[in-house]
Nanobody, 121 residues
């Protein structure tokens, strides 16, 4: 599975961005998907995850109510809608896929390259 994220950029605080993660190769239909981020000098952290059916979604507490993860299995794509962005959301964002049931940094099978999100104050 090859994952290609897009949609990062520079936005002012309070603004919105939508990240996309398109997959090539095997279908994502049977994979749990996650978005992670890594800020300079910090460890990579979980942001949001979604089950392979799309029926369950999980969020880091700091993004609950602001970020929404979704997936379109027909398009082999996962999205992260980010609203009310804050400077502390600035990081490189990564999408990843797992054939397992737990979506976490050390549980993913495939990783995409990162996309930079910068939120100015």
């Amino acid at each position: 599975v090859q994952l290609q994220p897009s949609g990062g950029g520079l936005v002012q605080a309070g603004g919105s961005l939508r990240l996309s993660c398109a997959a090539s190769g095997p279908t994502l239909r049977r994979y749990g998907m996650g978005w992670f981020r890594q800020a300079p000098g910090k460890e990579r952290e979980f942001v949001a995850g979604i089950s392979w059916t799309g029926g369950s979604a999980y969020y880091q507490d700091s993004v609950k109510g602001r970020f929404t993860i979704s997936r379109d299995n027909a398009k082999n794509t996962v999205y992260l809608q980010m609203n009310s962005l804050k400077p502390e959301d600035t990081a490189v964002y990564y999408c990843a896929a797992t054939s397992g049931s737990i979506i976490r940094v050390d549980g993913m099978d495939y990783w995409g390259k990162g996309t930079q999100v910068t939120v100015s104050s």
